[in-house]
């Protein structure tokens, strides 16, 4: 069952509270708590001066209060005194300005008196703490990326992607070729004249930037595993995480995962909903419930990431500190955003913060008790969670394992490849494959996303979102599994080095289904398509096919809409959010899965032999009345939910 969490900073409270603290948790029903994680100047004040007893203490009270312990590294803020002694640990903007002390995460990954630094703190904080009984897992760092941080334009970082560069094209011909040099009179002599993208007059080559951007990533993992590789030879046992956050992909997750155990990851739906992008429409039917989607794609996605052990170790709350606006939740939603995060198999689920900070950054976020120490509004609906959690617990076989018929492909370099050369300012990847995933979801299908590499045999249904360039593992993959497979708009639409596929788009995929893509085009958001029969609308992106398969349809100008070939279907343009809802379902359907319609704001998931319902909407909604309920009814109200027996009746 899915333990409960905060985070917590002893450092910023007078000791005298710990104690009270600690049992107040218990009180609440929570057991992990996680800290450490920003408190470098605390454990080293000046160079070597290690303060490690006031976190001794600290572990100790709430050992002495059976909670668990999730120790952070503190290497997201580098102290006054290293940067001053270094101040070339300081990242560089894209416009060359160096990102100076007073906030977090200033450090360039590529700097590597900072990865000194590092090993040298972390081996001292795992060889004190690594076996205090407390301790069940570390976190690294924190929110690799937060605030813009992966790309650094460093001297040292221009120094570490020459030499990435050299390992990946081995000659510098082959660098000019796979990139295109040739084209502006781009061509390099030697890798020491390559210098990061960034400061042209114009556009950038994309292939340059598609290398930057490994290169980054690639960088996020291998500090990472500088401090996995310290984590696990002080701390043998203790889980390795770090916490991911919410749309977000500017580094491949899945190779920094690799080292890790579990994948956690902070989940603010009303922040998300009003600082990425959703339009105005969306923002205001959501406002206060967060998106229907947003919560469990990313539990969904990470929980791929994690290799089947997903957390969330920062939970919002109530109104935050950092979107544009910061709402309350509807009254109810702290309940329901744990109780899906339970649907979802998250392992624990922890909120940020116990206490809000009357001091610094964050003094305007909310923590489970307000700065004088009373119970915030979160506290009495955590509390009606734990009731929810112990009946649902008595419903539930021990290793609930998950079930999903349905797996949508995530391919973060993909992702990636589209914002490097959207030619369309109104194609956002993300959304786009969020609204793949919203689709099914109303569909009521529980839903897997999975890396490039995963095995798809155990699936009836493949959705390809954002794999823009094609490996032959998948396309074997693809080959092996009886999945029906959806293959979305721009799959296999570049090579692996950003350029057009010489038998054209789909490229690879050709080898699953005859047609190619002979000409594309990006649409503003005044311009709407109808397709034929079914009359469904596209918008944003359309490409025209040339193959001998008969389109499912045409649009009204001729361009054919939709083609199979067996059981692989091709979608050559974006659906509008009803659109394509009525075209996956037809295809989940094809696919002998059994849908449920959830209208606009109901979502359903499966979780061994029980269905969780959740009702985003501003409605009451309802559900069977041949059910059996453990919790809610047949009705539920807004931001409220529902649990009933999958074989049951009423009793
Ligand atoms: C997260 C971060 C936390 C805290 C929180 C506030 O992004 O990891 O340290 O800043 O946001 O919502």
């Not at 572990?59 to 001053?84: F, N």
């Not at 450090?107 to 990865?115: A, G, T």
């Not at 011909?173 to 796979?178: H, I, K, M, Y």
């Not at 920094?256 to 105005?280: E, K, Q, V």
Request: negative net charge.
């Amino acid at each position: 069952m899915m333990k409960l969490g905060v985070c917590y900073y002893p450092e910023h409270w007078p000791e005298d509270t710990w104690e009270k603290d600690a049992a107040h948790m218990r009180e609440l029903g929570l057991s992990v708590v996680r800290v450490g994680e920003f408190a470098w100047s605390r454990l080293e004040p000046s160079r070597g001066n290690f303060q490690f007893d006031w976190l001794h203490r600290a572990l100790d009270v709430l050992h002495a209060h059976k909670l668990q312990v999730v120790l952070g590294t503190p290497t997201a803020t580098p102290p006054k005194w290293l940067i001053d002694e270094h101040p070339s640990i300081l990242a560089v903007d894209e416009h060359g300005q160096t990102r100076g002390f007073g906030s977090r995460r200033h450090y360039c990954f590529s700097s590597k008196i900072y990865r000194e630094e590092c090993s040298r703190i972390v081996t001292r904080i795992a060889s004190e703490f690594g076996s205090h009984p407390s301790l069940i897992a570390w976190q690294t760092d924190n929110e690799y990326g937060c605030h813009s941080t992966i790309a650094s334009y460093s001297e040292d970082a221009t120094h570490q992607f020459r030499h990435w560069c050299r390992q990946r094209y081995d000659n510098i011909d082959a660098l000019n070729t796979a990139w295109g040099n040739v084209f502006w009179s781009m061509e390099y002599r030697s890798f020491d004249e390559v210098d990061l993208p960034c400061g042209a007059v114009t556009e950038l080559n994309p292939a340059h930037r598609l290398a930057f951007w490994r290169f980054s990533s690639d960088q996020v993992a291998s500090f990472n595993r500088l401090q996995t590789d310290i984590l696990r030879q002080y701390s043998p046992g203790c889980d390795l995480l770090h916490n991911y956050m919410g749309n977000f992909t500017e580094f491949d997750h899945y190779t920094t995962a690799a080292d890790l155990d579990i994948a956690t990851w902070d989940n603010y739906p009303l922040g998300f909903l009003d600082r990425d992008g959703t339009d105005l429409q969306d923002q205001q039917k959501w406002f206060r419930t967060g998106h229907p989607d947003s919560s469990t794609f990313h539990h969904d996605l990470y929980r791929g990431v994690g290799r089947g052990r997903m957390w969330i170790i920062e939970q919002q709350p109530g109104p935050v500190n950092w979107a544009p606006h910061n709402p309350a939740p509807l009254d109810g939603m702290v309940r329901l955003w744990g109780l899906e995060a339970l649907a979802h198999h998250a392992e624990v689920m922890s909120w940020f913060r116990w206490r809000q900070l009357p001091y610094a950054q964050e003094q305007m976020h909310t923590g489970l008790l307000r700065a004088d120490s009373s119970e915030d509004t979160a506290a009495d609906e955590i509390r009606q969670l734990v009731k929810d959690m112990e009946v649902i617990q008595q419903h539930i076989p021990t290793n609930v394992q998950r079930e999903s018929s349905v797996a949508i492909v995530f391919d973060y370099s993909g992702d990636h490849m589209c914002r490097i050369q959207p030619q369309g300012n109104n194609f956002e990847p993300l959304q786009w494959v969020l609204a793949v995933y919203g689709a099914i979801r109303q569909c009521g299908v529980n839903v897997d996303i999975v890396s490039t590499q995963a095995d798809l045999n155990a699936y009836q249904f493949v959705v390809l979102a954002n794999s823009v360039s094609i490996s032959q593992s998948l396309i074997n993959s693809l080959h092996k599994t009886d999945a029906t497979v959806l293959i979305g708009p721009r799959s296999g639409s570049k090579s692996e080095e950003f350029s057009i596929p010489d038998a054209l788009p789909p490229g690879p995929l050709q080898q699953l289904i005859p047609l190619r893509v002979v000409r594309t085009e990006s649409l503003p958001d005044f311009a709407e398509l109808q397709t034929g029969t079914r009359s469904l609308s596209a918008h944003r992106w359309r490409e025209q096919i040339e193959s001998d398969i008969t389109p499912q349809s045409t649009f009204d100008d001729g361009w054919g809409f939709s083609y199979a070939h067996g059981r692989f279907h091709y979608l050559n343009c974006c659906l509008k959010p009803d659109s394509l809802k009525t075209y996956i379902k037809d295809k989940l359907i094809t696919s002998g899965i059994g849908v449920m319609n959830c209208d606009d704001g109901l979502r359903v998931s499966h979780y061994g032999p029980l269905t969780f319902a959740f009702n985003y909407g501003p409605e009451t909604a309802t559900l069977p009345d041949d059910k059996k309920y453990i919790i809610g009814s047949a009705s539920i109200s807004a931001g409220n939910a529902a649990v009933f027996l999958n074989d049951s009746r009423p009793s």
